[in-house]
């Protein structure tokens, strides 16, 4: 990631470390311009500018906010808040346990439309963003103590409260997005008390919900940036993504075959499995007893995952009136981004469903269809497990391979009896090492 314009949608980005965007008086910053596409600058005058330059975070020179300092913004940068967006702050809190205020954007009416405000009603490390008028807190975030970069992610539905990576349990709330009206940077636009005391380095602003990846990225720029990757949590606090390439991680939308609930072990997950072969995240979208129209509908509908590549492995458990596991397989592909990578797995008959039934011949029927219209997309493993149980093979099972069904000895066992269909863990680590061999020769 050579700058933040990579990423698409870059709208804001003050950057406190160039000192060609800003107009200085001495140290003292009376314009500081915006670099994103909305253009516009923040402004101050007199005792209300902050100084530039007698600060430093990491190595870059920065503006410092006495307590007494602001800078309003121009009209030209308040579309950010009227839809879902993405937005980062770079900062430091030198107040301790007082409450202060990094920035507000009110409306007309002073309505809260964004904003961050650190240890409210004076209660130490207790972190409020804002993205409409209702708070959403961080109430156990001991990251304020030192440089922290904070990043709300609105979705149409949840806004979520990043600080230095990280989002907790309950840190995200109902968002209402609005135009501002104004917006000031180190105080309240209505009042001047409770401003802001201490650093602020770097704004940066995307008109749009950026994905888990794009997030971590992002958030992985501006900490090597400023010096802060040990402070950070994710796949870049140890590498810098300005000098090593992005890998691609991937998201698996399953049924119970990938979500595995009753392994109670997540590294038995094939999806944990392949993550440490591969040196990647994989994201487990695995929820048991769906339809393959329900993770499909699942994997159209997601804002998270969608510049992963994609695993699909559905269809056991048939699919929804109306639908056919074919045509479900065809829309979550066709609703990938072009030229994403893909890989599509099969359904699995139970040991009900033996060779020359209804339900086998039905299933066998669905693969065969996915096989035939993705062909170079299509990983038999259910085909390659019982393979495993011919005579000379390591599971040999006659019973197995008369019914055309897994092997006893590759079912799950909860203590009192075999499972007709869900594969135990051994099963699991045969099938994870099939899908990373695939993946590899494919070049993923």
Same mark, same amino acid.
């Given at each position: 990631?050579?700058?933040?314009?990579?990423?698409?949608?870059?709208?804001?980005?003050?950057?406190?470390?160039?000192?060609?965007?800003?107009?200085?008086?001495?140290?003292?910053?009376?314009?500081?311009?915006?670099?994103?596409?909305?253009?516009?600058?923040?402004?101050?005058? #007199?005792?209300?500018?902050?100084?530039?330059?007698?600060?430093?975070?990491?190595?870059?020179?920065?503006?410092?906010?006495? #307590?007494?300092?602001?800078?309003?913004?121009?009209?030209?940068?308040?579309?950010?808040?009227?839809?879902?967006?993405?937005?980062?702050?770079?900062?430091?809190?030198?107040?301790?346990?007082?409450?202060?205020?990094?920035?507000?954007?009110?409306?007309?009416?002073?309505?809260?439309?964004?904003?961050?405000?650190?240890?409210?009603?004076?209660?130490?490390?207790?972190?409020?963003?804002?993205?409409?008028?209702?708070?959403?807190?961080?109430?156990?975030?001991?990251?304020?103590?030192?440089?922290?970069?904070?990043?709300?992610?609105?979705?149409?539905?949840?806004?979520? *409260?990043?600080? *230095?990576?990280?989002?907790? #349990?309950?840190?995200?709330?109902?968002?209402?997005?609005?135009?501002?009206?104004?917006?000031?940077?180190?105080?309240?636009?209505?009042?001047?008390?409770?401003?802001?005391?201490?650093?602020?380095?770097?704004?940066?602003?995307? *008109?749009?919900?950026?994905?888990?990846?794009?997030?971590?990225?992002?958030?992985?720029?501006?900490?090597?940036?400023?010096?802060?990757?040990?402070?950070?949590?994710?796949?870049?606090?140890?590498?810098?993504?300005?000098?090593?390439?992005?890998?691609?991680?991937?998201?698996?939308?399953?049924?119970?075959?990938?979500?595995?609930?009753?392994?109670?072990?997540?590294?038995?997950?094939?999806?944990?499995?392949?993550?440490?072969?591969?040196?990647?995240?994989?994201?487990?979208?695995?929820?048991?007893?769906?339809?393959?129209?329900?993770?499909?509908?699942?994997?159209?509908?997601?804002?998270?995952?969608?510049?992963?590549?994609?695993?699909?492995?559905?269809?056991?458990?048939?699919?929804?009136?109306?639908?056919?596991?074919?045509?479900?397989?065809?829309?979550?592909?066709?609703?990938?981004?072009?030229?994403?990578?893909?890989?599509?797995?099969?359904?699995?008959?139970?040991?009900?469903?033996?060779?020359?039934?209804? #339900?086998?011949?039905?299933?066998?029927?669905?693969?065969?269809?996915?096989?035939?219209?993705?062909?170079?997309?299509?990983?038999?493993?259910?085909?390659?497990?019982?393979?495993?149980?011919?005579?000379?093979?390591?599971?040999?099972?006659?019973?197995?391979?008369?019914?055309?069904?897994?092997?006893?000895?590759?079912?799950?066992?909860?203590?009192?009896?075999?499972?007709?269909?869900?594969?135990?863990?051994?099963?699991?680590?045969?099938?994870?090492?099939?899908?990373?061999?695939?993946?590899?020769?494919?070049?993923?």
């Amino acid at each position: 990631m050579a700058a933040l314009t990579d990423i698409p949608g870059l709208v804001i980005d003050f950057d406190g470390s160039d000192a060609a965007t800003m107009v200085l008086a001495g140290t003292l910053v009376t314009e500081w311009a915006n670099k994103g596409s909305y253009g516009g600058k923040a402004t101050s005058s #007199g005792t209300s500018r902050p100084n530039f330059g007698t600060r430093t975070m990491g190595t870059l020179p920065t503006l410092d906010f006495s #307590g007494t300092n602001h800078m309003d913004l121009s009209a030209e940068v308040m579309n950010l808040t009227a839809a879902t967006y993405s937005l980062f702050r770079v900062w430091d809190n030198d107040l301790g346990a007082t409450f202060a205020i990094h920035d507000y954007g009110k409306n007309s009416g002073g309505t809260i439309r964004t904003g961050l405000a650190t240890n409210v009603s004076n209660v130490d490390d207790r972190v409020y963003q804002y993205s409409g008028a209702s708070a959403i807190p961080d109430a156990a975030a001991p990251e304020d103590a030192g440089p922290t970069i904070t990043q709300l992610r609105g979705t149409t539905s949840l806004a979520y *409260n990043y600080i *230095n990576g990280i989002t907790r #349990g309950g840190a995200n709330g109902a968002p209402t997005y609005g135009a501002m009206s104004s917006w000031r940077f180190g105080g309240d636009p209505v009042s001047t008390g409770s401003r802001w005391n201490g650093i602020i380095s770097e704004i940066v602003g995307y *008109n749009r919900v950026l994905t888990i990846d794009e997030g971590a990225l992002v958030l992985g720029f501006l900490a090597w940036k400023w010096g802060l990757q040990s402070f950070i949590a994710g796949e870049w606090a140890t590498k810098d993504p300005r000098s090593n390439p992005r890998l691609l991680n991937i998201a698996a939308f399953g049924d119970s075959f990938t979500q595995l609930s009753y392994l109670t072990d997540p590294a038995t997950h094939w999806t944990d499995l392949l993550a440490a072969r591969l040196g990647r995240k994989v994201y487990n979208g695995g929820i048991g007893g769906q339809t393959s129209t329900e993770v499909t509908n699942r994997s159209i509908a997601d804002i998270d995952y969608t510049d992963r590549a994609h695993i699909f492995f559905c269809g056991t458990n048939g699919p929804d009136s109306g639908h056919t596991v074919l045509g479900d397989i065809q829309a979550a592909v066709a609703a990938l981004p072009a030229g994403s990578k893909y890989l599509i797995l099969p359904s699995f008959n139970s040991d009900t469903e033996r060779a020359g039934s209804a #339900g086998y011949i039905n299933k066998m029927a669905n693969n065969a269809a996915v096989a035939a219209a993705f062909p170079n997309n299509y990983l038999d493993i259910r085909s390659m497990l019982i393979a495993l149980s011919l005579p000379g093979q390591p599971y040999q099972d006659s019973a197995a391979i008369t019914n055309d069904v897994l092997s006893s000895q590759l079912r799950f066992f909860n203590g009192t009896s075999t499972d007709a269909l869900h594969p135990n863990a051994l099963c699991v680590s045969l099938y994870a090492q099939m899908i990373g061999d695939r993946l590899i020769a494919d070049g993923w």
